[in-house]
């Protein structure tokens, strides 16, 4: 029997007991270390809880796949200890918990802060990208390359012993843990569900950030009815750790002017006083990205549920955005409805149901179309296998069971064919 997964995240406290508890979130491939240079001034106001994701700093190794389903870990973790109602600062994917909390359990958060955060990471496309290479490559690719995504250049060379504490933190997460957090980003997107955000939100960014910089988060403040943003100079994705004592004055500041709420006098919260001046930089929102609307659902024929969306969606995840989008935008009066059919009936119909799952129908996809001699789309399915959680490995094994029974100049073929793409998908960037 397989064990349980816990519904609880690792957690530690800091700070007076029976102060207001004030939630610290860390980012990917993050401890609750990136906030050290935080807590000291904190917790002489806060009770400060900082938590881990699931195989991060030691934490139990039980993968979580999706926003929702972290958050979720999270509130049992509060309510477990008793607190009902917090204040919540989040980075980057702690920061995408935070805005879940704040659209499903508005009544749990007095205030919140998104460091680093957006409404929709990069694209799915990256972040499964990032789950192929460190499948096929362990974590080692991520630790390099840490450094650049987090700090300024300068920031790298002055401190090189801090450098070195976030390659380790990075190469001593669970692989699969990191695999299912890239899983959660890639189907992370509120865009249009920002304006639901009601509780008062300071949005905070590095002015140097290139991973989730100063666009996305005007767009954050564009659609939050009561949002507010702060730039840091000096500062790219782990600003918390670039700029201490400027994003600490942020951070008091917000929490102390926005955590009060009428229901917190009867909960015994505590309203501080303001003791910061001008924020360290504030700039309005600006012109932000247009937030799409919400796509309808498809009409219902014959009472079932047109499979059309699920299919869509289930194709994205599989193949990829960029392939489906240069599929669709390839089809003309000709081959749409060929484009359609197969979304519909292959992707809505067949890759939905529940017999197989998805590593197991890519295997069989593999020997399908090596037996039939379709090449072509024996490269973007090997893609797809990779996408699925194959590693090179098995799918090396596939192709050798597909010498036996399909014929070794087929497998022949297949090899060269998926060589590729496997050298091409699984070589970290230089």
């Given at each position: 029997?397989?064990?349980?997964?816990?519904?609880?995240?690792?957690?530690?406290?800091?700070?007076?007991?029976?102060?207001?508890?004030?939630?610290?979130?860390?980012?990917?491939?993050?401890?609750?270390?990136?906030?050290?240079?935080?807590?000291?001034?904190?917790?002489?106001?806060?009770?400060?809880?900082?938590?881990?994701?699931?195989?991060?700093?030691?934490?139990?190794?039980?993968?979580?796949?999706?926003?929702?389903?972290?958050?979720?870990?999270?509130?049992?973790?509060?309510?477990?200890?008793?607190?009902?109602?917090?204040?919540?600062?989040?980075?980057?994917?702690?920061?995408?918990?935070?805005?879940?909390?704040?659209?499903?359990?508005?009544?749990?958060?007095?205030?919140?802060?998104?460091?680093?955060?957006?409404?929709?990471?990069?694209?799915?496309?990256?972040?499964?990208?990032?789950?192929?290479?460190?499948?096929?490559?362990?974590?080692?690719?991520?630790?390099?390359?840490?450094?650049?995504?987090?700090?300024?250049?300068?920031?790298?060379?002055?401190?090189?012993?801090?450098?070195?504490?976030?390659?380790?933190?990075?190469?001593?997460?669970?692989?699969?843990?990191?695999?299912?957090?890239?899983?959660?980003?890639?189907?992370?997107?509120?865009?249009?569900?920002?304006?639901?955000?009601?509780?008062?939100?300071?949005?905070?960014?590095?002015?140097?950030?290139?991973?989730?910089?100063?666009?996305?988060?005007?767009?954050?403040?564009?659609?939050?009815?009561?949002?507010?943003?702060?730039?840091?100079?000096?500062?790219?994705?782990?600003?918390?750790?670039?700029?201490?004592?400027?994003?600490?004055?942020?951070?008091?500041?917000?929490?102390?002017?926005?955590?009060?709420?009428?229901?917190?006098?009867?909960?015994?919260?505590?309203?501080?006083?303001?003791?910061?001046?001008?924020?360290?930089?504030?700039?309005?929102?600006?012109?932000?990205?247009?937030?799409?609307?919400?796509?309808?659902?498809?009409?219902?024929?014959?009472?079932?549920?047109?499979?059309?969306?699920?299919?869509?969606?289930?194709?994205?995840?599989?193949?990829?955005?960029?392939?489906?989008?240069?599929?669709?935008?390839?089809?003309?009066?000709?081959?749409?409805?060929?484009?359609?059919?197969?979304?519909?009936?292959?992707?809505?119909?067949?890759?939905?149901?529940?017999?197989?799952?998805?590593?197991?129908?890519?295997?069989?996809?593999?020997?399908?179309l090596i037996a039939g001699g379709h090449l072509e789309e024996l490269a973007f399915h090997t893609r797809a296998a990779l996408r699925n959680g194959l590693t090179p490995a098995e799918i090396r094994e596939v192709l050798i069971q597909t010498a036996v029974y399909c014929g070794v100049p087929a497998a022949n073929t297949a090899f060269r064919v998926a060589g590729a793409v496997i050298r091409e998908e699984t070589t970290p960037e230089a």
């Open positions: 029997m397989s064990e349980t997964p816990p519904k609880t995240l690792q957690y530690r406290f800091d700070g007076p007991e029976g102060a207001p508890v004030l939630i610290l979130g860390p980012s990917l491939g993050t401890t609750w270390h990136m906030w050290d240079r935080q807590v000291p001034e904190l917790a002489r106001q806060w009770r400060v809880l900082r938590f881990d994701l699931p195989g991060h700093g030691g934490a139990p190794a039980h993968p979580a796949t999706s926003v929702p389903e972290l958050a979720e870990r999270l509130l049992a973790t509060l309510d477990g200890l008793g607190v009902q109602r917090f204040g919540y600062v989040g980075c980057s994917i702690a920061g995408a918990i935070g805005a879940e909390l704040a659209l499903r359990r508005p009544d749990r958060i007095a205030s919140l802060a998104l460091v680093a955060a957006s409404p929709r990471f990069g694209t799915a496309d990256e972040f499964r990208q990032r789950g192929v290479i460190v499948r096929a490559n362990g974590l080692d690719p991520m630790a390099r390359t840490a450094p650049e995504r987090w700090f300024t250049p300068g920031f790298a060379a002055a401190q090189p012993a801090i450098v070195e504490w976030a390659v380790q933190m990075v190469r001593t997460t669970d692989p699969g843990c990191y695999i299912a957090a890239c899983e959660a980003l890639a189907a992370f997107d509120i865009r249009a569900e920002l304006g639901r955000i009601s509780v008062p939100t300071l949005v905070l960014v590095g002015a140097e950030d290139q991973v989730t910089g100063p666009a996305e988060a005007r767009t954050l403040v564009a659609g939050i009815p009561d949002a507010r943003l702060a730039l840091v100079p000096g500062a790219s994705h782990l600003a918390p750790v670039e700029q201490p004592a400027a994003v600490t004055d942020l951070f008091v500041r917000h929490f102390s002017t926005a955590w009060f709420n009428p229901s917190d006098t009867a909960t015994g919260l505590t309203v501080m006083p303001d003791r910061m001046t001008q924020p360290f930089v504030s700039a309005p929102a600006g012109p932000v990205a247009e937030i799409a609307p919400a796509e309808q659902p498809r009409a219902v024929s014959n009472g079932r549920a047109d499979p059309y969306e699920a299919g869509m969606r289930v194709r994205r995840e599989v193949l990829g955005d960029a392939h489906v989008d240069r599929a669709t935008a390839a089809a003309d009066g000709f081959s749409g409805d060929f484009q359609e059919l197969i979304t519909r009936y292959a992707w809505g119909e067949v890759w939905t149901r529940d017999g197989l799952d998805r590593r197991t129908r890519s295997a069989v996809t593999l020997t399908a």
